[in-house]
């Protein structure tokens, strides 16, 4: 890597919050055609600016939820494991070598967002230890939560499901291990009225790497086992070719009573919208009858996979509103995730699909987000490019307007969705890279050839309109906001 | 309707005055879109495309048009839908003769001044009742047993099945077979190269839904039934709900032994491919198992909009993927929708790309409207909305331009290089004519008539690039020529 002269080249510069100013006095610029990041040189931006950043201790970040206590605003950040080089990152707090856990961040004032504790994870690097996935719900909401706590559901590593009681987020307590000794885990949602956890698991005896264990988690301290799903197939004793594995669900809730389920990550995606009270309360065993019964609708995409399939709900579409007939579609919106670097290895461009599942039983694709490769030479930049993720709060200020999809190394977009059959771009946010951020690598005449890029890999807003952008390569939490005409298609001044 | 001094309907009716009609509407063409419904007299509206002639087709309502190569020429094909109650035989002026809508037949060679040569009268029936709107052309010489001295134009004959004619010499159509008895006959395909395998659309006795005959028809005088073929459900003596109707179909012959159907209309779409080796030579007799064996896949799009036209727009490499590990190598099939109601009268019917790349799990990656509020296309008057596309599949338009009948918004070129992004490159909307008549019907739930307006219905494009496009609202036949970028973007030489 080269190293520039600039003050911003100092890891100490950059790892504390005092450097945050520096880094937004920095002009913002257009993405270029440059095929390498470098440290020091500005961010690449159109209609989204920095607001504040934490370097989360250098540690490669996950799924980041915001939520709210009251007046205050905390972010909860998951994390990956640790890299070779540093498996074991030191927290300042403790002073600790720590395994990569959950960051925790007072983010009222977004310009200071203030580091509060670090949860450790599980041992392993990558995708084999920390604790990548966190959703957070409030005991008062929870049908037989303590009404003055706050609890955390994470994972840990592959290993299992923890709740936390984050009442003091700044001193976390572990309250119950919910499910061990799992093969995997990943993107777990939890419905904070009613308790219902939907976890994505790996139970020994299925067949799939990850299935659904769904719990009672309304009082979290005494989870109730609910049952098992997955797709025909998957279950015990099965045969044939397993189907594509779960990666996560959204649950619409007790009044919508859909919960929408994305298998696949780069290829056999599969999106399942099902019945939720036949789900919870159908028959349990894992047959191929009960696996079918509360499924109502099923898509397939063979080139692509279904990271998250958010479901965005009834949306009246300005372009129909003349028309008899379709002027409201239901639309379901999936990103897919890229998983190799520079464009390599068997994988097609993953992207944006909205489905238009107005007959929820013959759901279609009906459009795409894709970023352009051209405009940054993305395939060259290092790292992996493509979509990865989207946010998954419902807050008026974005809810079916703005999404903001992560893309690796060609940051976070902003898309106008108002019309999903034709969504456009309206800004984008690429951080610029720091000392802290890890290289990827691929193989060339069979050595490893690296680069260095930011990896946008999750992003999730809160009500205020603040966008919380985290990097898988480490470079930490970039707090962000929209300029310009992407704050008018948000309705936001 | 406003009347234009020198615009007569004599003008317009007779074909000797073509060329003045192409001086006047070639004149400076609006470059936008009109927000009010068009009046007689107003200029096209267009971009990056402009008229270069015109015929009246002796004011009959139009539907499929086929351009033909033969000794020579080119030659127009069009099939009418039947007449009105007020008109259903409108006068042939080269008989003299009242005669019900049938096929016009064009040499187009000179595409400035289309020559009216024929008119074969179809069946008794208006509008989709009856005449012959379906029309398909091949040489005996590609054929393997046909005269190759001959040419043939296979048609629909209003509901009631299917004929063919010869037309070696396009002025003097002659009958060779005559095949009827059926109801719900329509889009037909043949296929022109060795084994002359026809497609004919049409609900034979017995059955219980509109589907697929296959002929051979290699020796067009003696054709030979290969087989039928359909939906599980719809053979004769099946129960229950009967599926959704084919609506047409496009192969692509022996070399790439597929066949892509489009059923439903405006509704309940499904895109099947099927193996042509296996539909041809597999078990024949009607029971589901063997309507399923030569099907590689079914695609259920969403109900709301039908599928008059599943087009294959084969191989494309996609420039935005060639980078990525399949170099952006995918294949494409483009659904059209029919829109069937006046001003908007149910969910918009539109333009669908499906990546078939992996052909037993096709996948929807996109869609194309032409936006309502650039026209005000809902209040115009008529149907908007999409109905059909130019088929053909050589140079210089294929896998890069393809052109989509819009009714009340006229022709639009689509820029499909990258099917994950279709483009809008152009459009035209003929003007309205004296000829041109007021879509009456039931119209939001009233029976009443809306606007005259241009109701464009098919479009064909030949091999120097022209494109042609027959009015569905008795305007005729416009031929039409690129301008500017979408020119560019085929290598056509700039005009």
């Known amino acids: ?110 310009k200071q967002p203030k580091y509060l504790s670090h949860i450790p994870g599980e041992e392993g690097m990558g995708e084999q230890g920390g604790a990548q996935m966190v959703r957070v719900c409030d005991g008062k909401t929870l049908p037989k939560g303590d009404p003055s706590a706050v609890y955390m559901l994470r994972v840990f590593g592959n290993n299992a499901h923890e709740v936390w009681n984050v009442s003091d987020p700044a001193a976390p307590k572990r309250i119950v291990v919910i499910s061990s000794n799992l093969v995997n885990t990943h993107k777990n949602w939890w419905e904070c009225d009613t308790g219902i956890a939907y976890l994505v698991s790996g139970l020994k005896e299925w067949r799939t790497r990850r299935m659904t264990e769904i719990y009672d988690l309304s009082d979290p301290s005494k989870p109730v086992k609910i049952r098992d799903f997955g797709l025909v197939g998957q279950q015990p004793g099965a045969t044939g070719t397993v189907p594509t594995e779960l990666h996560g669900m959204i649950s619409l809730g007790v009044k919508e009573n859909r919960v929408i389920f994305a298998y696949g990550t780069n290829r056999g995606g599969v999106v399942q919208i099902v019945d939720r009270q036949k789900l919870l309360t159908g028959p349990k065993e894992p047959t191929p009858e009960n696996l079918r019964a509360p499924v109502i609708g099923q898509l397939e995409m063979p080139l692509n996979g279904a990271h998250t399939a958010i479901p965005l709900g009834k949306m009246k579409v300005a372009e129909f509103a003349k028309d008899l007939a379709g002027g409201t579609r239901d639309i379901i919106m999936i990103v897919n995730e890229s998983l190799v670097n520079e464009c390599q290895e068997r994988e097609t461009r993953q992207m944006a699909f909205f489905v238009d599942a107005t007959v929820e039983a013959r759901p279609t694709v009906v ?85 260095v890029a930011i990896q946008s890999n999750n992003v999730e807003t809160d009500d205020r309109g603040y966008i919380y952008v985290v990097d898988r390569a480490n470079t930490g939490i970039h707090i962000l906001e929209l300029t310009g005409d992407a704050r008018s298609a948000a309705g936001l001044k | 309707m406003n009347r234009v001094r020198g615009f007569s309907c004599r003008a317009l009716l007779g074909t000797a005055t073509a060329g003045a009609i192409v001086a006047l509407l070639t004149m400076p063409a609006l470059t936008q879109t009109r927000k009010e419904a068009p009046k007689i007299g107003d200029p096209p509206e267009a971009l990056n495309m402009r008229l270069v002639g015109h015929n009246d087709l002796q004011a009959r309502t139009a539907y499929q048009p086929t351009i033909f190569k033969q000794g020579g020429r080119y030659i127009a094909y069009v099939g009418h839908h039947g007449g009105s109650k007020e008109n259903p035989a409108p006068r042939n002026p080269l008989t003299g003769q009242d005669e019900l809508n049938g096929t016009s037949i064009l040499d187009v060679t000179d595409p400035k001044q289309p ?134 179909l496009v ?86 929708n029919e829109t069937f109601r006046e001003e908007c009268g149910e969910a918009r019917q539109m333009v669908w ?70 483009k809008e490159v152009g459009y035209f909307i003929p003007p309205i004519s004296k000829a041109t008549v007021q879509r009456c019907g039931e119209i939001g739930g009233k029976q009443r008539c809306s606007n005259a307006t241009i109701q464009s219905n098919n479009a064909e494009t030949d091999d120097r690039g022209y494109i042609y496009l027959a009015d569905r609202s008795n305007t005729g036949l416009h031929i039409l020529e690129l301008t500017g970028e979408p020119r560019a973007i085929v290598g056509l030489p700039p005009n």
């Open chain 1, 1 to 110: 890597m080269k190293r520039q002269s600039s003050a911003l080249s100092s890891r100490n510069a950059l790892l504390s919050a005092g450097a945050v100013i520096g880094l937004t006095a920095l002009a913002a610029m257009p993405a270029s055609s440059q095929t390498q990041q470098q440290v020091g040189a500005p961010p690449e931006a159109k209609n989204m600016r920095l607001v504040g950043y934490n370097d989360l201790q250098a540690r490669s970040a996950y799924q980041p939820v915001i939520h709210r206590y009251g007046d205050r605003y905390v972010a909860f950040v998951g994390h990956h494991g640790g890299t070779s080089g540093i498996p074991k990152p030191v927290n300042p707090i403790t002073g600790q070598a720590e395994f990569n856990g959950t960051s925790v961040l007072d983010v009222t004032d977004p």
């Open chain 1, 367 to 451: 459009s795409n987000f894709n970023v352009s490769e051209a405009s940054g030479n993305f395939c060259s930049r290092g790292g992996r490019f493509g979509s990865h993720s989207a946010q998954e709060s419902t807050a008026p200020v974005y809810h079916q307007k703005v999404a903001f999809f992560t893309w690796f190394n060609a940051g976070v977009r902003a898309v106008d969705i108002r019309d999903p059959y034709a969504p456009k771009e309206i800004g984008y946010f690429i951080p610029s890279i720091t000392e802290a951020t890890t290289q990827r690598c691929i193989k060339v005449d069979g050595k490893d050839r690296c680069k």
């Open chain 2, 353 to 422: 790309f499906v990546d078939t790349t992996i052909e037993k799990s096709p996948m929807v990656v996109s869609n194309w409207t032409v936006p309502e509020a650039s026209g005000n296309f809902c209040t115009r008057g008529g149907r908007f909305g999409a109905h059909s596309s130019n088929e053909d599949m050589g140079a210089p338009y294929y896998q890069k331009l393809t052109f989509i009948t819009f009714f009340n918004a006229g022709v639009r070129v689509l820029d499909v290089r990258n099917p994950y992004q279709p």
């Open chain 2, 115 to 248: 020559k009216y040569l024929a008119h074969i009268p179809g069946a008794v029936g208006d509008g989709e009742a009856g005449a012959a709107q379906m029309t398909r052309v091949c040489d005996g010489k590609t054929l393997g047993k046909g005269d190759p001295n001959k040419v043939y134009l296979l048609r629909a004959f209003g509901r009631d099945g299917h004929e063919i004619w010869e037309v070696t010499d396009p002025a003097q159509p002659k009958v060779v077979w005559r095949h009827l008895g059926m109801t719900d006959t329509h889009k037909n395909y043949w296929e022109c190269e060795a084994g002359g395998i026809a497609y004919l659309v049409s609900r034979p006795k017995g059955w219980r839904s509109r589907i697929i005959e296959v002929f051979d028809l290699s020796d067009p005088t003696k054709p030979v039934k290969i087989r039928d073929i359909g939906l599980p459900g719809q053979e004769p003596g099946a129960t229950g709900a009967v599926p959704v109707t084919v609506h047409g």
């Open chain 2, 251 to 336: 192969s692509t012959g022996a070399k790439g032994n597929r066949i892509y159907l489009a059923y439903g209309t405006n509704r309940g779409g499904l895109l099947q491919i099927l193996d042509r080796e296996k539909l041809l030579k597999g078990p024949k007799e009607p029971t589901p198992d063997n309507f399923r064996y030569p099907q590689i896949a079914l695609m259920e799009m969403t109900p709301l909009v039908g599928a008059h036209t599943a087009m294959p727009l084969g191989r494309i490499k996609i420039e935005e993927f060639s980078k990525d590990a399949d170099k952006g190598d995918r294949e494409f099939v483009m659904i059209v």
